[in-house]
């Protein structure tokens, strides 16, 4: 069964903090995501790894960055918190598979409040 | 521009009756769709998939169809039960690492 984890359930930050979200997968997966959900926007990528140490930039990626140093392990960063990055945040992984997308299993989340 | 949409943010529907949650698409070339349900406080979870090359998939309760003339997905729950109450999100695929997802419909199973 595929474990994704995530290293906080809920966060309250100030603005223009450093913020760092960390994931892990315990199934070898080769792909890792990072998306915020929020309301009537469903999930919005910000960025994605295929391999360690490399990324992807997704559809929103202003304002973090990411860092996957080992391949079990996906950060992300907020450099200097704002308010309008209060969400929640969730972390997924996937194999690489020929077909491209493959099923993508997600983690708990993370909802992050900046004040 | 929202590629994938699903039009309704909620649907209620009496415990043993038939859900129908739908999810329209814009760009042709999608080839992979998917669904997922989401409780409060927890990540989505997979529920079913099919890929652009069939009409229809089955798994116990669940069937997605795919209608690609009409660029519409919808996913059928009979018979639908209290704990489906949940958001469920369909997502699509160009072939390549990402998904692309919709904004989601809450669905309530009255009892």
């Known amino acids: 069964d595929v474990k994704v984890t995530q290293s906080s359930r809920y966060l309250v930050k100030r603005t223009g903090e450093k913020v760092f979200l960390e994931c892990v997968q315990d199934m070898d997966h080769e792909n890792m995501f990072w998306y915020r959900q929020d309301p009537g926007l469903g999930l919005r990528l910000i960025y994605f790894s295929y391999d360690v140490k490399m990324k992807e930039k997704g559809d929103i990626p202003e304002g973090y960055s990411v860092s996957r140093e080992k391949k079990e392990r996906f950060s992300l960063i907020l450099e200097s918190a704002s308010t309008n990055q209060t969400s929640m945040y969730l972390c997924a992984s996937s194999l690489l598979s020929s077909r491209g997308a493959d099923t993508q299993y997600f983690g708990p989340g993370t909802r992050l409040t900046v004040l | 521009d929202q590629q994938v949409k699903q039009n309704s943010p909620s649907l209620s529907v009496q415990e043993g009756r038939i859900s129908i949650l739908n999810c329209d698409y814009t760009n042709s070339m999608f080839d992979y769709f998917l669904w997922y349900k989401k409780y409060p406080a927890e990540g989505p979870t997979f529920l079913i998939s099919?890929?652009?090359?069939?009409d229809k998939n089955e798994d116990g309760r669940f069937t997605v169809f795919l209608n690609k003339s009409a660029k519409h997905l919808s996913l059928h729950i009979v018979p639908s039960q209290p704990g489906d109450s949940a958001v469920y999100f369909c997502a699509a695929s160009l072939g390549s690492y990402k998904l692309i997802f919709g904004s989601g419909t809450r669905l309530l199973v009255r009892p």
């Open positions: 099919i890929s652009s090359i069939k």
